[in-house]
C-alpha cells in the first residue's frame, strides 16, 4: 500500500464500480459523497435534509449550498488532498462546508470548539489545514482562517471547482479522543464515510421517515458519517441539535419530531430521572461513546419507553461497528452486534485468531462472504509529517479486550492498555465499573491502577455520587458479592464530576491526580 502524500491516484473502473454495489441485494453505496444527494433529489427535492439552529434547507437548497461551499474553497485554493478544518457551531453552515469539501476532494477535519487553545493549535499543526473555518470559539492562531464574512464573500464569487474525487482517495481525518495521550489522525477514504450510513439503513429498514437527531459536535468526523451522510441515503432528515443539556435535547425531540436519536450514556443517565419530559416521538434511541451500564438502559426504558440500543464504536472503523438490533432485544453487558460489513474477532498476542466466544483483543477486518463482502476496507491510515502513513497489513487491532459469540454479540471487557496487573491477575477497569454502576449511591464510576509496592498496582475507583452519602466499606462489600477479591478496589476518591471529553468518554490521564487528590485506603 503505498504512502500517500496529498495528490493520489486512486483504483480504477473496478473498484469504483465496487463501491456502487455489493456481491448481494441491499449492498450498495452512492459513487461518492458528491453523488449521495441524488435519490432523495430525484424522488422529493422540496423534502426537508438537515434541520439546524439557523433554520431548515430543503434536499434542492442542501445541495446548491454545497456546491456554493465547494466553490468557496476553490477560490481559497483548496485542491484535491487538501485538508478542510472546521471549527465550527453545530448548524447549517458546518454541513454544507462538508459537503463543499468532498465535492472537490479535499480532506475535511474537525476541530472541537470545546477544546483549550492549545489543543485546537496541536490538531491545527498536525494537519497542516490550507483553510481554517473558524467560527466564534476558534482560537487556532494561523493565516489559513476564514472568518464567516469572507465565507460568505467566497460563496458569492462561484469558482468553478474540478473533476469529481476518487472515493478510494483520503477524504476526512478523524482525531482519536485522546484520553490516554495525543490524538492520532485517522484518515478514511469516501467509501468508509458512506458505508457506515449505507449499511444502518439497509439493516434497520429506514427509509424518508426517518428524523435522526445528534447533539454531539459535527466537528468530529463520526457524527458527520451518523448524520448527513447517513439521513441522506435514507431520503430522510438530520436533526443537528445545538444542545446537550437533558431540557435542551428534550426540546429538539419534541419540537422537530426526532424519531432516533444518539446520545452519551450519561444523558440517558439525565433523561431517565426526567420522566415528564417529552420524547414520545422516538422509536429508537442510540448510546455510545462509552460503556453504558444495564442499569442506564432499563431506567430509560422504565421513563420514556423505547430500550437504548447499545453501540460499539472506532473511530478507525469509522463509526459503528455493532449495535443492538431494532426493537427491544439485548445481552446482558454486550455492546451489540457485529454490523454486515465487518468480521471482528478476538486474537491472542501472538496475533492468532482464537475460537469463537473466547476472549481476546478484538481485532477488525472486511466480510469476504454475504452481500456485504468486499465494500469495507481499512482506513488508508494516519496523517504525519505531511502525508498518510498505511497501517500495518492485517486486521485492525482495536486495542480492546473482549468476546464475540457465534450470533455477533461483541462484548467489551476493557482497553487492552488499561488491564491493571495486580500481583499477578490481571483486573478490567470496565468490569469493575459496571458493578460499581448498580450501586445507588453511584451516579457514575472510572477505575485504574495506582503504584503500589509489592503488588505493582492497586485497584483505585473514582466515584461520582447520585447525591447519597457514599460509604466506602459498603461499596467494598457490594463488589465482593460480585467480583473476585482481588479485583476489588482499594483506593477510593469521590469527586463532583468525573472528567470527560465530547464524547462522554472519561479523560483516564486524569484519574491519578484525582485519585491523589481524594483518595482514602
Not at 441491499?26 to 422540496?46: C, D, F, K, Y
Not at 454541513?95 to 474537525?110: D, M, P, S
Not at 483506593?491 to 470527560?500: E, F, Q
Not at 471529553?501 to 490521564?509: E, F, I, L, P, Q
Request: overall charge negative; some cysteine.
Amino acid at each position: 500500500m503505498p504512502s500517500f502524500n496529498g495528490e493520489y491516484t486512486g483504483p480504477g473502473g473496478g473498484e469504483n464500480a465496487a463501491l456502487r454495489g455489493g456481491s448481494g441485494a441491499g449492498a450498495r453505496l452512492p459513487a461518492s459523497i458528491g453523488e449521495v444527494l441524488e435519490p432523495a433529489l430525484a424522488a422529493n427535492p422540496n423534502a426537508t435534509a438537515v434541520v439546524a439552529a439557523s433554520g431548515s434547507w430543503t434536499y434542492r437548497e442542501l445541495d446548491e449550498q454545497a456546491d456554493a461551499a465547494a466553490a468557496a474553497l476553490w477560490s481559497f485554493g483548496v485542491r484535491p488532498g487538501d485538508r478542510v478544518a472546521a471549527c465550527l457551531p453545530n448548524d447549517l453552515e458546518i454541513v454544507a462546508a462538508f459537503h463543499g469539501a468532498q465535492r472537490i476532494g479535499a480532506v475535511w477535519a474537525g476541530i472541537g470548539e470545546a477544546l483549550a487553545a492549545t489543543e485546537q493549535q496541536y490538531l491545527h499543526d498536525l494537519i497542516e489545514p490550507r483553510v481554517v473555518l473558524a467560527g466564534p470559539r476558534c482560537l487556532v492562531a494561523s493565516p489559513a482562517c476564514v472568518d464567516k464574512e469572507r465565507w460568505a464573500a467566497a460563496q458569492r464569487e462561484r469558482a468553478a471547482p474540478g473533476s469529481a474525487p476518487d472515493p478510494d482517495a483520503p477524504a476526512g481525518i478523524a482525531f482519536t479522543s485522546g484520553t490516554s495521550g495525543r490524538p492520532k489522525a485517522v484518515v478514511h477514504s469516501q467509501r468508509n464515510l458512506l458505508l457506515p450510513g449505507a449499511a444502518l439503513v439497509a439493516t434497520r429498514g429506514w427509509g424518508p421517515e426517518l428524523r435522526k437527531g445528534d447533539s454531539f459536535p459535527l466537528t468530529i468526523l463520526n457524527l458527520m458519517v451518523l448524520s448527513t451522510l447517513l439521513t441522506a441515503q435514507a431520503g430522510g432528515c438530520a436533526v443537528i441539535m445545538d444542545r446537550r443539556d437533558v431540557a435542551g435535547v428534550a426540546e429538539w425531540i419534541a419540537t422537530h419530531g426526532v424519531t432516533v436519536w444518539n446520545g452519551a450514556p450519561a444523558q440517558l443517565y439525565d433523561l431517565a430521572a426526567r420522566p415528564e419530559l417529552d420524547l414520545s416521538s422516538l422509536r429508537e434511541v442510540w448510546s455510545g461513546g462509552s460503556d453504558t451500564p444495564d442499569a442506564v438502559r432499563t431506567a430509560f426504558a422504565d421513563a420514556h419507553g423505547p430500550v437504548p440500543r447499545v453501540t460499539y464504536g472506532l473511530t478507525e472503523a469509522p463509526t459503528v461497528v455493532a449495535i443492538d438490533p431494532p426493537g427491544d432485544r439485548w445481552q446482558q453487558r454486550a455492546s451489540g452486534r457485529v454490523l454486515p460489513q465487518y468480521d471482528v474477532a478476538a486474537y491472542d498476542d501472538d496475533g492468532n485468531r482464537l475460537p469463537t466466544g473466547e476472549l481476546g483483543e478484538l481485532r477488525l477486518t472486511g466480510r469476504t462472504d454475504g452481500p456485504w463482502a468486499g465494500l469495507w476496507r481499512p482506513m488508508l491510515g494516519h496523517w504525519s509529517g505531511g502525508r498518510v502513513v498505511p497501517p500495518p497489513d492485517g486486521p485492525i487491532a482495536t486495542g480492546d479486550i473482549g468476546t464475540v459469540d457465534a450470533d455477533g454479540w461483541l462484548t467489551i471487557m476493557d482497553r487492552k492498555k488499561m488491564v491493571i496487573i495486580r500481583g499477578s491477575a490481571n483486573v478490567y477497569p470496565l468490569e469493575v465499573e459496571r458493578v460499581l454502576a448498580g450501586h445507588p449511591a453511584v451516579g457514575k464510576a472510572a477505575v485504574c491502577g495506582v503504584p503500589h509496592e509489592r503488588l505493582g498496582q492497586q485497584v483505585a475507583a473514582v466515584i461520582e455520587t447520585s447525591g447519597q452519602t457514599v460509604d466506602f466499606t459498603e461499596l467494598a462489600r457490594h463488589c465482593r458479592a460480585e467480583l473476585a477479591g482481588y479485583k476489588v478496589p482499594e483506593v477510593w476518591a469521590v469527586v463532583d464530576a468525573l472528567p470527560i471529553n465530547a464524547m462522554g468518554k472519561v479523560v483516564r490521564t486524569d484519574l491519578p491526580d484525582l485519585i491523589a487528590g481524594g483518595s482514602r485506603e
